[in-house]
Every structure is written in C-alpha cells, then in structure tokens.
C-alpha cells in the first residue's frame, strides 16, 4: 500500500483543491442565478440588470478603480477573519477594531503634521494596528483566561468603539464648523490615488491607469494578503494558529500554549481589521467622521468565509464584494434595479457557502467512517 | 441458496486497493466472522454491502437475484442493517422513539406512540433484548444504546446483520450478553456478519471465520479447525509473538522521581493524594489500576498538562513540578497519550504536521519561528519509514490514517525525539495484534537502549508482559508494588478493586479490569 507513494497524493491535491475554488465559484453562481430569479418575478430584467453591475464595476478603468477602492478595506478586514477562523475565532467585531485603527489614524495623523511621507505612512499604518491589536486584546484576555465568548466581547466593544468615535468627531477632535468630522489629513499622512503616481503623459499612453479613486492601500491590502498566508504556512505562529484551531487538545499535548494562541490569534485579528480602517481614512475620506466605514468589518465575515479563510483567496473574494458594492449605483442608474437587489445577492452568497458546509461536513462524515478502517 | 453473495467486489480508494475481487457467500442462519487487522478491508466491503460505499467494481446478490445498493435504505429493503462502531442515535430521544425513526406507524403525521411502543416491546421479547422502551438514550449504558441500535434493525426487519467491532466499546460482562442476543438472532433465523479483529472472539461466536488481509480474503476457517495462534497467522501474515520476550531489566540511575505529589481534578477533587516512585533508565514501571483511580492526573502531572498541588517531580535531578508542557518535552519527556484521536492528534493536519508536533520550534524543522518545510518533510519520511506508518505520502491526512496507522504516527514521533522518559498511556488501546505487537517493541527497544519508561495501563496482561516494576493504584493512592515476576492477574485485580485492606471494597468499575486482549497473552 506504501508503494505508489507520490502520484496518487499529488492527484489528490488536485482534486482537493477543485473541491475548494468549485464550491465557492458555484455559491456565487447559483446565488447569481436565485437573485436572477427574484429580479425576474419582481419585473425587472436580471440580464441587464447584471450587465449595468459588471459595467459599474468593471467596465471601465474608473469602474474598476471603484471596485478596488471598495475592495481594500474588504481584503484586510477578511484577511483579520479568516486568520481569527484559523484559530477557531469567531472576530465577529472586527467592525470596532476597524474603528479604532481609523481613530488612530486620525487623531496621529494631525499630529505628525510636517513629516515627510515616509515617516507618516509607516507610522500611521502601524498606529492603526496597534490599535486594532489593542481593541481585540481585551476580549482576547477575556477569553484565553475565563473563555469568555469572543462573539459577545468582540461585538461589545464594537459598540463601545463606534460611540467613542461619535463623541470624538463631535467633541475633543471636532474640526472647526459644521460638520461633525475631524481635521482633514495633511497629504503627507494620505495614501495618494493610483493614477496620481503617473505622469499626465503615461496616462494619456496607458489610459487603463486612469483608476479614479482607487488608491495605494491596495498595494498594502495586497501585500498583507501575501504576509498572512505566510504567516500561517511557514511560520510556527501559523502553524500552533492552525493547529489549536483544529484541536486545542493535542496542541496543548503537543507543548503549545492554548491560551497565549489565543491572545495573539485575536490581536493579529484586529491589527489587519485596524489597518482596513486605516486604509479607508488615509485614502478615502482623510478624516475620520461618525459613518466612515460602511460595515467592512461585517462584509469582512463574509469574504473570509467565501474565501474558506484562504488568505490569498480572499483577496478575489473582496473583490467580488467589492464589485457588487461599486456595481450597484450603476444597475440602479441603468437597469432601474434598485441597489438593494445587491444586498439578496450577498446574502444568497452567504447562505450557499454556509450551505455547502453543511452538506460536505455530512459527505465527509460519510467517507470518514469507510476510510477510517483503509490504510 | 445463499442468503447473501458477493462477487468479486473490488473498491479502490486513492492509493489505495481497499477490497480486492472479494468473494463471499453467507448462508441463512449462521454467523461469520470477518476477521483482519485495522485497514484489512473489513469495514469497507461491509459499507459496500450497506449502501454506504458503491463498489467500483463485481456483484452483489442478495437470495441468488443480482442487486445494486446505493443507499442504506435500499440495504435495509433488501433485508440488510448493519451496526456501526459510533452508534448513529438521537440522544435526547426515547429508545422507542429512535426505533421507529423513519418507519413510525401512524397516520397522518400523528405518531401512534402506544403501538410503536408495543411493536418494541414485542421485538425486544422475542430476542431476548430487555430494554426500557421509555428510557433516554442518553441515560443507558454504551451496552443498552448497541441493543437500541441492534433492535432498531430488527424493527426494519433485516434478516442479515451486520455488526462492526462490536465489542470495542463493551465490557466484559456486555460481550458476554452480547454474544447470547447475537445467537438469539441465529435461533430466530437471522443471519449475522461479525466484524472483529479480536482473536478469541471468534473463536467463542463464530460458525465460520474469514480471515482478511491487505484487502483479500485470504484464508476461511472454522473455529474448531484452527486456534488463535493459527488465526494470527493467517490474519498478520507472518509468526505473530503473542508473549513479549524482554531480557532482565538493568537499572541505569534515576530518571523520574515522584515525591509526595498531590493533584486535582477537573472538578477541583483530589485525584492524587500522595504518591511517590522513581523510575530507573532501563526499567519499564507499570502503574496498574481501573481507570479514574488517579491515573490520567498523575500522568498529566508529569508530562505538564496540569499541575500538582503539592509534592516534586524531578527528572534527572531537575525540578520539573511546575514545568509546563512545553517545558516537559524540551526537558525530556515523551508522553503517548491515552486519547489518540483528541490528544494525540490533529486528525486535520497532515502526517508531516502531525510528526513535527512538539518540535515544531527546533531546529531542524525551525528556526527562529521560520519553518522549512524541506527539513520537515525529510523528518517525516524518515518517521514513515523507521515506523513502518502505511501511507501513499507524508501529506495524506491523519484522519485518513486506520487506528493503527494513527497511533503508529504518535508513537513515531514521541519515540523518536529521543527522550530521556517516556509515558506510555494506554498505548496499545483499540489495536489490533499487529499494531500492538509493533507498539510493544518500540517501548521495549526504548527500555534496551536506556530510557526510563512509565507505563499506564488497564490491560493487565499488557501490564504483566512488559513491567518490571507494577505499582497498583487505588484511589489516588499506590496501594501495592510488585516485581512483575512475582506476581499474577489474579492478585493485581484484587489490589486494583481495593482489596489489601486499604480501603472499602466499593465494587464499582471491578468489572472494567481488562480482560486478556488478544494481543497481550498467550
């Protein structure tokens, strides 16, 4: 039996990992095809109603621009999740870590008023996951030490987040005026656009550079992706992540500490869940105000569970999201398919990748018993 | 005219021939045994038989008429149940309740409880299977819930069953009445496939033995033809040594010494109230008892995962009382766990990230908390091949593994770091001869080569073969030590149920002592 060593195995890594990009591509397919349906019944027309979105989100360079720009807060917030999933964590409230790491960023970006670039930037994007760290680091206490829930902790402190903010914005960090929004960034603290790195000239050569809105926290989302799949393959942080998130028992048999995988499970968690509101304050809004995020934090569940808390998965998977959030004005402007069809896609999305789960733990069980007893 | 036949039924998995060409008749009224080891083949063509598995190849007839079974349900029609290892009830639910289940009578969605109830009680008369019609599942013993099960089938009718290792998670006493329902049956007609890799089972219920191997069948017998050394034989395939052989132990200087521990339990109970030992390299210390008598805390005292009240650990001099587990392994100690599945594994890990478990922060397979997955797979291999672990590849997942594969992984891996104590916890539980053989042999080439090792165990004649030393443990407490030389079954079983005059003889868990297993005796 242990003569046909390599072919076989490879195969099946094969097979193994068409299960897993067919499962996920099928969800959305069939989630695209129910809402077709519905768009249907409802009397409108699902084709051109899918065709406005995929023209609003990738139809033209500014479309895209759109769709990356909705996109970057997603890969990092879905990047938090799935490496929290990892580890058997639900960071339902990477949402309030996503706001601390916006606050912090505002707040310390009008004080380094007059660095260069390269000294704000850095600073700034490590400020930001220091404080989503920090923000996860008291549920995460929490729960390594009385195991405390972290679906409840985390979520309370989102709330606890969110109405600090509320009170900042309207008092100690209040901008003069109006509005209830802080100070604008200096531009040395902003993520400047794609398109802004590239001469008029280049531009005019190469007019698929002309990305609108898009802007370089792509290029940190990106790069965060490729560090956490790193992470979780070749480090030992990754792999104790791994392996008490499968079984606590044997990893704390196996000399690994639970409760300290724990801690850093939860505080890496909310550092890439900071970081996406950093992105969002230093290269969209520059300020930070009351709505600035529009629950990345709670789509991030959503893309790393599509994204089967793959960590380059979920980079495709935010962008799916993030098309359907840039798509959505243009279906409504163009199909007259109100925006908030895009909404029953999600969740249909949703509810097939949670599906799936549930028919392959039963097909698994199924060929675990009569495998079992082969080897 | 056969009740049941199989032609040749071939099913491959990947890598893997699971059943080849296998051909079987079962008559009306008889019992066979399908005897072989783990990853035999057993479990798969009887899972073929019961729909759960399509044969990728040859022909099932049931009463001389060619059938095809994709489903248990089509099985169960055709007159075929089958009771699995993990029984497959609903626990809240009555037994009454989780017979009918899928067959209630009644109408119109109502369920008619009072004849449910009866057609229960008139199977389980009939076959002598007493059982509370109205008792909850999750109120009876592992014993009562195969009975559930057992009439479950009968209920749906079937005139074959199918029973698989059926006995491994039964006492003594429950295989005893097992073993009359089982010919019950055959007295009402019934016909029944016993799946066991335990020798002198067989021997005791079997009309007729199959023996397979490597998924063939590859000898058929009679109880009366042949005995269990010769059932060894056909089922390993080469002279099994039934009785351990070990040199005189030698005594190379303490490694552990335990004094004066104290620990406790998960429910804040003292479970270890004062004990103390050492343990010499070269020496095997076997700690007898029934299990909950201190056992698992004791152990879990030493290798780190919990810590003592009171006392102090040493291992080779060093103070390990308070180490943890991490700090254990680094110091030394190599612990195979009572619990393969929950703490010897991460069954969703593969064997490669299964093998490095414990070294996975040294070097060679990290360094400076980078893992280089060359080095490890180079381990692996070296594991694969030094312990003989059946596997296509070092990536095939330890779920994948049969039990014995999968012990055979943690075996592997905590022998081979090397160290200076190793703790044996029930290391040789749900294997078969094969595998128990094997097990045997690492921890005696580990005590040749020096180590120390601290052996827990229920079975006795595990204990007997292999101890030098036998301390008996009694509520928390060493009530008895023996040279294994000296001593028998019959006086350790008194010692372990509190006889000695150490404390009150309660009786309970007595009839938990392990019977002589296939492996150990002979």
Known sequence: MSAEAEEPSTKRDWAAIAQKVGVPLASVLLAMIISSVIM????YDPFAAFAALFRGSFGTPKAFGDTLLKSTPLILAGLGL??????????????????????????????????????????????AMLAGAAWAFIPAILKARIGAHEVITTMMFTYIARYLVSYLVIGPLKSPGQIPQTGLLPSESQLPRIQSLFSEATLQAMPFLKLGRAHTGIVVALVAAVVVWWLLKYTTLGYENRA???????????????QWTIVKALCISGALAGLAGAVEVMGVHYRLFDQFSSGFGFTGIAVALLAKNHPIAVVPAALLFGAMAAGGGTMQLEANVPQKIILIVQALVIFFVAAEGIVTYFVRQRQKEATSHVG | MPLLELREITKVFPGVLANDRVS????????????????????TLMNVVYGLLTADGGEILVDDKPVRIKSPRQAIDLGIGMVHQHFMLIEPLTVTENIVLGREPGHYGIIDFTTARERVREISERYGLKVDPDAKIIDLSVGMQQRVEILKALYQGVRVLILDEPTAVLTPQEVTELFTVVRSLVDEGLSVVFITHKLEEVVAIADRILVMRDGIVVGETTPGATDEVGLARMMVGRDVVLRVEKGAGTCGGTVLAVEDVHVHDDRSLEAVKGISFSVCGGEILAIAGVDGNGQRELVESIVGLRRPSSGRIELKGKDITHANARASIEAGVSHIPEDRRRRGL???FNLAENIILGDH?????????????????AVARKRIADYDIRTPSERVLAENLSGGNQQKVVVAREIGRDPELLVAAQPTRGLDVGAIEFVHRQILRERSAGKAILLVSLELEEVLSLADRILVIYEGLIVKEFAASKTDAETLGYYMTGGGGSKLDTGTGARQIATPSAGGDQ
């Open chain 2, 346 to 348: 991460v069954l969703e």
């Open chain 1, 40 to 43: 249907w019944v409802s009397g």
């Open chain 2, 361 to 377: 922060r040294r070097p060679p397979v990290a360094r400076r908390g980078i893992m280089h997955p060359r080095a490890i797979t």
């Open chain 2, 24 to 43: 079987i008749r079962l008559e009306r009224g008889e019992i066979v045994a399908l005897l072989g080891e783990n990853g035999a083949g057993k479990s």
């Open chain 1, 244 to 258: 008490v998130g499968y079984n606590p028992f044997a990893a704390e048999t196996g000399g690994i500490s639970v």
């Open chain 1, 82 to 127: 799935a490496y929290g999933f990892r580890a058997n964590l639900f960071n339902i409230g990477a949402e309030g870590q996503l706001f601390m790491g916006g606050l912090a960023v505002a707040w310390l970006g009008l004080l380094l008023a007059g660095q260069p670039w390269w000294i704000t930037i850095p600073v700034l994007l490590l400020a």
